[in-house]
């Protein structure tokens, strides 16, 4: 929506724009488009014709100004987070946030817009000559690296240390002998952008996230309704495991972001 603000207000200014994500591998949201074409924005193939490509694609020294929309400017690489143009708009991330009714896409637009008049605005106060702008995108472009996990990892928790509740169905799964990849969010890198895209993905909030064999399976206590009633069987018979000798069912309880 920045990219489509800027080369919407910019008018007679010589102001170049581009817009890419940390990673490559993600689409226009329709619901982008739809209130952008509402406020009478096109970005669409018949408009502006926008893409969603990779950062990777680009040279930081190519820009003027560089800006992080939704605040994950801390995701990117040092060329790119210390130049000198660099801004971060904390803006909310629509997809991970909105109810369903776009009402988030349509605050989020406005004020998308007012940053980029206000942008703008600098930017004719400043030295003459030609500008170019990188609008960094949201962590909406890690939903590709998440599915990648999912689709590669037969059972996969996204957790977080600090979690009893993490705690708790990790015991579980262990205890039962399952083999079992751990994602810890508040340990990773990128982990705040990550549960940002695993919102978007299950529209859950809390964690753990359990995924088995590519399907979202919901959070603690779904995971142990699972091991109770024997969701977990066939995976033990085909990693060849079962369940540790002499160990106690964990209990169940709400689960709640840790």
């Not at 205890?175 to 940002?196: D, H, I, P, R």
Request: proline share 5%.
């Amino acid at each position: 929506m920045a990219e489509g603000w800027v080369r919407s207000l910019r008018s007679g200014q010589s102001v170049g724009v581009a817009s890419a994500g940390i990673v490559a591998g993600t689409a226009i949201k329709p619901g982008a488009s739809t209130v952008m074409a509402e406020a009478g924005v096109d970005i669409g193939p018949g408009g502006f014709n926008q893409t969603s490509d990779s950062v990777a694609d680009f040279s930081p020294g190519d820009f003027d100004v560089v800006v992080s929309c939704c605040g994950c400017g801390d995701k990117l690489t040092a060329p790119w987070r210390d130049h000198p143009g660099f801004e971060d708009w904390n803006l909310d991330d629509p997809p991970a946030t909105d109810p369903g009714d776009l009402s988030e896409y349509r605050r989020v637009r406005d004020e998308c817009k007012a940053k980029v008049e206000n942008l703008l605005g600098v930017l004719a106060g400043g030295a003459n000559g030609a500008k170019k702008v990188m609008i960094e995108a949201s962590p909406d472009s890690l939903v590709a690296e998440v599915e990648a996990l999912v689709a590669a990892n037969t059972v996969i928790m996204f957790s977080k240390t600090t979690c009893g509740y993490c705690t708790r169905a990790k015991k579980a799964i262990a205890e039962a002998g399952v083999k079992m990849k751990v994602v810890e969010l508040n340990t990773s890198a990128n982990g705040a952008a990550m549960q940002q895209a695993l919102i978007m993905m299950t529209k859950q909030r809390t964690v753990p996230v359990v995924f088995v064999e590519g399907s979202f399976l919901g959070g603690c206590d779904d995971t142990l309704k699972a091991l109770k009633t024997g969701r977990f069987k066939a995976l033990q018979s085909q990693q060849g495991t079962g369940p540790t000798p002499g160990t106690k069912k964990a209990k169940s309880g709400p689960c709640s972001l840790q």
